[in-house]
């Protein structure tokens, strides 16, 4: 005899394809439009202008030190360390493996950074000559510009500050001056190309990751639909057995028929 939960089965069977398909059908296209979206936004994003400049700092002459440019004296150095700290409120900066990175290598568009020159590479620091880097970064030349000239006169103020609080004579002031004396700014693209292709392929990546988890999702969801509507599908019922207990064996009754015939 067909049951009505044979009857049902059937007819939701031919619709779970279908609902599978239209699943992996929606996922697809949400997953191609993102993505489209997504390497658009990255091929649209425009490149940032960049500028370096150094600040010597000059310690005055002395019959020791003729020519403190073609000296290496740690005592510059330091007072310039001491200028970099003063003209930046302490603030540290971050380490870089590669000295020539600039800011727009570290992902920055809109910052400016000041600090002391490092010929060390990136397990070792050498801070040998009394140079102040300033770096800029910024999405137009002329705020680069900006930035690099308001960080030159940061620096000068610190150098004046420290030379006035301490009293020091007109004539054995430490001064400054800025290599290039004009500084360069540059343009920096962006690595388009590179950075569409991995947008495309992390997209389509999630995309196929979310039609399978939606599909096995789907999946689950009707095996347990099936499984509490089947009437069938639990375990089988339990019979009981009722066995009748053997007639007592009667000895006498066994041996008179199976005996002597006589009866003896």
Request: proline share 8%; with cysteine.
């Amino acid at each position: 005899m067909r049951q009505h939960g044979d009857d049902r089965a059937a007819t939701n069977a031919p619709a779970a394809p279908v609902r599978r398909r239209l699943l992996v059908l929606a996922l697809a296209i949400g997953g191609l439009v993102m993505t489209a979206l997504a390497t658009s936004a990255v091929g649209s994003a425009q490149g940032v202008y960049v500028g370096k400049v150094e600040v010597v700092v000059h310690l005055p002459r002395t019959l020791a030190v003729p020519n403190p440019l073609a000296t290496s004296n740690q005592e510059a150095v330091r007072f310039a360390a001491l200028v970099a700290e003063v003209a930046t409120n302490g603030e540290e900066v971050p380490r870089v493996t590669n000295q020539s990175l600039t800011l727009a290598d570290q992902g920055l568009r809109h910052e400016t950074m000041i600090s002391l020159v490092n010929l060390g590479g990136q397990w070792a620091n050498d801070f040998s000559r009394p140079f102040i880097r300033v770096e800029a970064v910024d999405e137009s030349p002329q705020g680069v510009s900006r930035r690099l000239e308001e960080g030159i006169a940061r620096v000068t103020r610190a150098l004046d500050r420290l030379q006035d609080d301490a009293g020091v004579p007109p004539r054995t002031r430490a001064t400054a001056s800025s290599v290039p004396a004009v500084p360069q700014v540059r343009y920096a693209p962006t690595h388009r190309e590179r950075a569409m292709v991995a947008t495309a392929l992390l997209g389509l990546l999630l995309t196929v990751v979310a039609c399978r988890l939606g599909t096995r999702r789907l999946d689950g969801r009707r095996g347990r639909h099936q499984a509490s509507s089947d009437p069938g599908g639990g375990p089988p019922p339990r019979t009981s057995v009722t066995t009748t207990p053997a007639a007592p064996h009667r000895l006498g009754q066994a041996s008179w028929g199976q005996g002597d015939p006589h009866g003896i």
